[in-house]
T-cell receptor, first 110, second 116 residues
Framework: QKEVEQNSGPLSVPEGAIASLNCTYSDRVSQSFFWYRQYSGKSPELIMSIYSNGDKEDGRFTAQLNKASQYVSLLIRDSQPSDSATYLCAPQTGANNLFFGTGTRLTVIP | KAGVTQTPRYLIKTRGQQVTLSCSPISGHRSVSWYQQTPGQGLQFLFEYFSETQRNKGNFPGRFSGRQFSNSRSEMNVSTLELGDSALYLC???????????????FGNGTRLTVT
């Protein structure tokens, strides 16, 4: 059974701070990794993808991947109240499935 | 480009009934996946279709079935509804072609099913 573990939160950070979201996965063959953001009552939207070990930056978001440790993280710099949402980690297996973690609920306090 | 479209947005059904949900993928996307989302279980994979064939299936009972049409549109059917089937059902499409792919999923707005 493939598993994805995320720090369940809720995670609260003050506006302007860095929010750090972590995820570990059990399936060693996972090659692609995605972070989705889901606002309450809405569907998940893709915010980051990462395929190689190391860091990938996109605006205020940085994804970090360490395949040897089976660990992927998402950093949000200069957090804004609009970043308040649930963040879902999703490794993709060779079977073209995404297995989602249960998500980390982030609240950015103004 | 239009996104993934799911209909209907809301459904209320009674135990024992059946329901059909519809999904139109993003133009050019041939892979369609279905997920069930509940507060306690998170996003659970139901199945994935590609070129009218079910490629992958999650761990759900046979009451849950689906199909895909030649235009890539997909339907999901749940028969003999149970109270526990109340959930948000999400459809997602991707550019995936091969069995192994790094294409992300793009989700529709979902269908909220309530079983009473």
């Amino acid at each position: 059974q493939k598993e994805v573990e995320q720090n369940s939160g809720p995670l609260s950070v003050p506006e302007g701070a860095i929010a750090s979201l972590n995820c570990t996965y059990s399936d060693r063959v996972s090659q692609s990794f995605f972070w989705y953001r889901q606002y309450s009552g809405k569907s998940p939207e893709l915010i980051m993808s990462i395929y190689s070990n190391g860091d990938k930056e996109d605006g205020r978001f940085t994804a970090q991947l360490n395949k040897a440790s089976q660990y992927v993280s998402l950093l949000i710099r200069d957090s804004q109240p609009s970043d308040s949402a649930t963040y879902l980690c999703a490794p993709q297996t060779g079977a073209n499935n995404l297995f989602f973690g249960t998500g980390t609920r982030l609240t950015v306090i103004p | 480009k239009a996104g993934v479209t799911q209909t209907p947005r809301y459904l209320i059904k009674t135990r024992g009934q059946q329901v059909t949900l519809s999904c139109s993928p993003i133009s050019g996307h041939r892979s369609v996946s279905w997920y069930q989302q509940t507060p306690g279980q998170g996003l659970q994979f139901l199945f994935e279709y590609f070129s009218e064939t079910q490629r992958n299936k999650g761990n759900f009972p046979g009451r849950f079935s689906g199909r895909q049409f030649s235009n890539s549109r997909s339907e999901m059917n749940v028969s003999t509804l149970e109270l526990g089937d109340s959930a948000l059902y999400l459809c997602a499409s991707s550019l995936s072609t091969g069995y192994s792919s790094n294409s992300p999923l793009h989700f529709g707005n979902g269908t909220r099913l309530t079983v009473t």
